[in-house]
């Protein structure tokens, strides 16, 4: 191994702030934005707004925050009830957190394998209204794009469209997790904006792919964002000169959106490189965006071995199963290529019943092998 | 006039100094989330340290704080918490301890010097009944803000820390302003805060950070702390970024504290010698000046709106007076030109001299107990 560089697979939320971010945050014009005065922040949320063809935007410090906030918003009346997919971030990842801390009860439909929910399990999840002694009203419905547990698949305009007709025909809103909506935005060619015309809001992280510090926005009308203000400052998230972080936003929204087709590229790469190692399978058709679901064929070999020896040739993956490699600007071709010699190499290795690798995994129990937990 | 605007609503609104943007440019961050962020545990570390508990937690407001603090005390369904009823928590916090945390308030009188009465604490804790909810903690506000930027001593902390330790209760300090009072009072903050299992600091005040707030206490209780933060949305990624201005703001920020008492007390003997104004220097403890003008003609409301035109801006603290609150971001010659401004404004609406025009900036909303 000739460099000391770490390839860091594990997920797009690792990317470390780049130059230009670190020197907007530096040079950042603020001030007090509970008061509603911090310039930047001002201007990166209507920037978002304009981007994503929704009236307002407001800024974030997690995407949990974004999608708490838009449930807690939408389902304002005690009694409500969310239609979501079973295999969701905001069900599985959040802690439950729009019920231990909102009250809204969740509704779960079957995610299928490309991200969507049947149409209509979604329709039969609906309370019927004046059913009401035994039911919480329906009042929202989630959708997830890219959806992160089945391999970062995108959701289609005219899926969503047709979901957003459903909310709108039941009186229900429709909000999307999209997290990483600019990787489904690029992937399927469809402007953004258009992608989600059909939401009442969206939340959208700057953090994962687009590489900043921290952040996420929530777009939506000037109603629901005033609301979201109020909820955003009851939950603890309302910051003062925040524009050192709407800054960084900023740039890495400038910057960045136009590399994730490369993230795309380079995933599809690693994955027909995965492909050729006998005791590794990848559903290369299904790698739609930046991430790759590995499927070990080989019994000898175990996810949580495998991200040990991995880990000691410095490439980092989470031990889940099926473990899942997710691609960013910050990995270059030639780090893929690396990290491919190195799945070979821990395939090999782990083949040979090598012994003394029981001894080195322990130590890195530590640092590299805590689990993915959805991020 | 002056083209500098004297901002006297709050120190919320200090702005990052150029150490520590340049700190938040290098900062070595990484994945908080994941805990591999090394300027955010170093920041932590030193945080619990300087207070005297066993671990700390970074978090992005003073409300997420105490929220987090309240919630973690309070986790089981059926619980109450007692606390003043001139409190930051009660009154500025949208009842989140309520809405979100499903926690019931139990409010007890906050005397003017910012404490509660303790027989009243007393008197407030619930004993096993079928009517009543399970009290499992007390809350203290150290500066308290709304009696004034009041300092609350050690041994009135200790007696109440005895109180509910005797009681089976926990108790929580919302120290957004404890530094504060650690000054002002001689008393290293430490000591000031033994006697209690948790503890809210700003950084984002005084000390002049741009983000944050830090919680402070048990290993156990950050544990638990930890993950409600994730619950609430507080879980941030390369967060070193605020943490490194964080530090910067704790280390060249705490000892301009006492200047800032000083000039607040400046402020305050210069207010009283002004005919109109009714100011008790002496209850200037702080950073913070509440004072009234007597005239029936002029409001608090006018008065700003006046101020605002002369470029120093304040906030009403209620209908009857008006709140100063001094930073390290305000000069001397700043002090002195707003007592000039302050003395040209109520000549201004006695003589009804003056055009009293839409306010802008929001400078004469009430304070909101920043």
Same mark, same amino acid.
């Given at each position: 191994?000739?460099?000391?560089?770490?390839?860091?697979?594990?997920?797009?939320?690792?990317?470390?702030?780049?130059?230009?971010?670190?020197?907007?945050?530096?040079?950042?014009?603020?001030?007090?934005?509970?008061?509603?005065?911090?310039?930047?922040?001002?201007?990166?949320?209507?920037?978002?707004?304009?981007?994503?063809?929704?009236?307002?935007?407001?800024?974030?410090?997690?995407?949990?925050?974004?999608?708490?906030?838009?449930?807690?918003?939408?389902?304002?009346?005690?009694?409500?009830?969310?239609?979501?997919?079973?295999?969701?971030?905001?069900?599985?990842?959040?802690?439950?957190?729009?019920?231990?801390?909102?009250?809204?009860?969740?509704?779960?439909?079957?995610?299928?394998?490309?991200?969507?929910?049947?149409?209509?399990?979604?329709?039969?999840?609906?309370?019927?209204?004046?059913?009401?002694?035994?039911?919480?009203?329906?009042?929202?419905?989630?959708?997830?794009?890219?959806?992160?547990?089945?391999?970062?698949?995108?959701?289609?305009?005219?899926?969503?469209?047709?979901?957003?007709?459903?909310?709108?025909?039941?009186?229900?809103?429709?909000?999307?997790?999209?997290?990483?909506?600019?990787?489904?935005?690029?992937?399927?060619?469809?402007?953004?904006?258009?992608?989600?015309?059909?939401?009442?809001?969206?939340?959208?992280?700057?953090?994962?792919?687009?590489?900043?510090?921290?952040?996420?926005?929530?777009?939506?009308?000037?109603?629901?964002?005033?609301?979201?203000?109020?909820?955003?400052?009851?939950?603890?998230?309302?910051?003062?000169?925040?524009?050192?972080?709407?800054?960084?936003?900023?740039?890495?929204?400038?910057?960045?959106?136009?590399?994730?087709?490369?993230?795309?590229?380079?995933?599809?790469?690693?994955?027909?490189?995965?492909?050729?190692?006998?005791?590794?399978?990848?559903?290369?058709?299904?790698?739609?965006?930046?991430?790759?679901?590995?499927?070990?064929?080989?019994?000898?070999?175990?996810?949580?071995?495998?991200?040990?020896?991995?880990?000691?040739?410095?490439?980092?993956?989470?031990?889940?199963?099926?473990?899942?490699?997710?691609?960013?600007?910050?990995?270059?071709?030639?780090?893929?290529?690396?990290?491919?010699?190195?799945?070979?190499?821990?395939?090999?290795?782990?083949?040979?019943?090598?012994?003394?690798?029981?001894?080195?995994?322990?130590?890195?129990?530590?640092?590299?092998?805590?689990?993915?937990?959805?991020? | 006039?002056?083209?500098?605007?004297?901002?006297?609503?709050?120190?919320?609104?200090?702005?990052?100094?150029?150490?520590?943007?340049?700190?938040?440019?290098?900062?070595?961050?990484?994945?908080?989330?994941?805990?591999?962020?090394?300027?955010?545990?170093?920041?932590?570390?030193?945080?619990?340290?300087?207070?005297?508990?066993?671990?700390?937690?970074?978090?992005?407001?003073?409300?997420?704080?105490?929220?987090?603090?309240?919630?973690?005390?309070?986790?089981?369904?059926?619980?109450?918490?007692?606390?003043?009823?001139?409190?930051?928590?009660?009154?500025?916090?949208?009842?989140?301890?309520?809405?979100?945390?499903?926690?019931?308030?139990?409010?007890?009188?906050?005397?003017?010097?910012?404490?509660?009465?303790?027989?009243?604490?007393?008197?407030?804790?619930?004993?096993?009944?079928?009517?009543?909810?399970?009290?499992?903690?007390?809350?203290?506000?150290?500066?308290?803000?709304?009696?004034?930027?009041?300092?609350?001593?050690?041994?009135?902390?200790?007696?109440?820390?005895?109180?509910?330790?005797?009681?089976?209760?926990?108790?929580?300090?919302?120290?957004?302003?404890?530094?504060?009072?650690?000054?002002?009072?001689?008393?290293?903050?430490?000591?000031?805060?033994?006697?209690?299992?948790?503890?809210?600091?700003?950084?984002?005040?005084?000390?002049?950070?741009?983000?944050?707030?830090?919680?402070?206490?048990?290993?156990?209780?950050?544990?638990?702390?930890?993950?409600?933060?994730?619950?609430?949305?507080?879980?941030?990624?390369?967060?070193?970024?605020?943490?490194?201005?964080?530090?910067?703001?704790? /280390?060249?920020?705490?000892?301009?504290?006492?200047? !800032?008492?000083?000039?607040?007390? *400046? $402020? %305050?003997?210069?207010? &009283?010698? #002004?005919?109109?104004?009714?100011?008790?220097?002496?209850?200037?403890?702080?950073?913070?000046?509440?004072?009234?003008?007597?005239?029936?003609?002029?409001?608090?409301?006018?008065?700003?709106?006046?101020?605002?035109?002369?470029?120093?801006?304040?906030?009403?603290?209620?209908?009857?007076?008006? /709140?100063?609150?001094?930073?390290?971001?305000?000069? !001397?010659?700043?002090?002195?030109? *707003? $007592? %000039?401004?302050?003395? &040209?404004? #109520?000549?201004?609406?006695?003589?009804?001299?003056?055009?009293?025009?839409?306010?802008?900036?929001?400078?004469?909303?009430?304070?909101?107990?920043?």
């Amino acid at each position: 191994m000739a460099t000391k560089v770490v390839v860091d697979l594990r997920s797009d939320t690792v990317t470390k702030p780049s130059e230009a971010m670190r020197a907007s945050m530096a040079a950042a014009d603020v001030d007090d934005d509970v008061r509603g005065a911090d310039p930047t922040a001002r201007r990166f949320q209507e920037e978002m707004a304009a981007l994503m063809g929704k009236e307002a935007a407001l800024f974030v410090p997690s995407g949990t925050m974004g999608n708490l906030v838009s449930v807690l918003a939408h389902c304002d009346v005690r009694g409500s009830e969310v239609i979501l997919g079973d295999d969701s971030h905001i069900h599985l990842y959040e802690n439950g957190g729009i019920s231990t801390l909102g009250g809204v009860h969740p509704k779960t439909v079957r995610n299928n394998s490309d991200g969507t929910m049947d149409i209509d399990s979604i329709v039969a999840a609906i309370r019927p209204p004046g059913g009401g002694l035994y039911y919480p009203t329906t009042r929202l419905i989630c959708l997830e794009n890219t959806h992160g547990n089945s391999g970062g698949k995108c959701l289609s305009a005219e899926y969503t469209e047709k979901v957003g007709e459903i909310a709108k025909s039941h009186g229900l809103k429709l909000h999307i997790d999209g997290a990483r909506i600019f990787n489904a935005s690029v992937a399927l060619g469809v402007p953004v904006d258009r992608l989600v015309r059909a939401a009442d809001s969206v939340s959208v992280c700057i953090s994962k792919g687009l590489g900043a510090p921290v952040g996420s926005v929530i777009v939506g009308s000037k109603a629901f964002i005033d609301k979201a203000k109020i909820l955003r400052k009851t939950l603890g998230g309302g910051m003062r000169q925040v524009g050192v972080l709407c800054a960084a936003a900023h740039v890495a929204v400038r910057d960045n959106v136009g590399k994730l087709a490369d993230d795309h590229r380079k995933a599809k790469a690693l994955a027909d490189g995965l492909n050729k190692i006998e005791q590794f399978r990848v559903d290369s058709a299904s790698v739609q965006t930046n991430m790759v679901f590995l499927d070990i064929v080989d019994s000898r070999i175990s996810s949580n071995k495998l991200c040990q020896v991995l880990g000691t040739h410095n490439v980092l993956a989470s031990p889940r199963s099926p473990k899942r490699l997710v691609l960013h600007y910050q990995i270059s071709d030639d780090d893929v290529q690396y990290a491919l010699t190195c799945f070979k190499k821990a395939a090999e290795q782990l083949l040979m019943g090598s012994t003394e690798l029981e001894h080195l995994a322990e130590q890195l129990l530590m640092g590299t092998t805590k689990n993915s937990y959805g991020q | 006039m002056a083209s500098k605007v004297v901002d006297l609503r709050s120190d919320t609104v200090t702005k990052p100094s150029e150490a520590m943007r340049a700190a938040m440019a290098a900062a070595d961050v990484d994945d908080d989330v994941l805990g591999a962020d090394p300027t955010a545990h170093r920041f932590e570390a030193e945080m619990a340290a300087v207070m005297g508990k066993e671990a700390a937690l970074f978090v992005p407001s003073g409300t997420m704080g105490n929220l987090i603090s309240v919630l973690v005390h309070c986790d089981v369904r059926g619980s109450e918490a007692i606390l003043g009823d001139n409190s930051h928590i009660h009154v500025y916090e949208n009842g989140g301890i309520s809405t979100i945390g499903g926690v019931h308030p139990r409010t007890v009188k906050n005397n003017p010097d910012g404490t509660m009465d303790i027989d009243k604490i007393v008197a407030a804790i619930r004993h096993p009944d079928l009517h009543y909810p399970t009290t499992r903690l007390i809350c203290l506000e150290n500066t308290h803000g709304n009696t004034g930027g009041k300092c609350l001593s050690v041994e009135y902390t200790d007696k109440v820390g005895e109180i509910a330790k005797s009681h089976g209760l926990k108790l929580h300090i919302d120290g957004a302003r404890i530094f504060n009072a650690s000054v002002a009072l001689g008393v290293p903050v430490d000591r000031l805060v033994k006697a209690a299992d948790s503890v809210s600091v700003c950084l984002s005040k005084g000390l002049g950070a741009p983000v944050g707030s830090v919680i402070v206490g048990s290993k156990a209780f950050i544990d638990k702390a930890r993950i409600l933060r994730k619950t609430l949305g507080g879980g941030m990624r390369q967060v070193g970024v605020l943490c490194a201005a964080a530090h910067v703001a704790v /280390r060249d920020t705490m000892g301009k504290l006492a200047d !800032d008492h000083r000039k607040a007390k *400046a $402020l %305050a003997v210069g207010l &009283k010698k #002004i005919e109109q104004i009714t100011v008790d220097p002496a209850s200037v403890e702080t950073n913070m000046v509440f004072f009234e003008v007597m005239d029936p003609r002029i409001s608090p409301d006018k008065l700003c709106q006046v101020l605002e035109q002369h470029n120093v801006l304040a906030m009403p603290a209620n209908s009857k007076s008006i /709140r100063f609150v001094v930073h390290y971001q305000i000069s !001397d010659a700043d002090v002195r030109y *707003a $007592l %000039a401004c302050v003395q &040209k404004a #109520i000549k201004e609406l006695l003589e009804g001299s003056t055009e009293l025009g839409h306010s802008i900036n929001g400078a004469t909303k009430s304070s909101y107990g920043h």
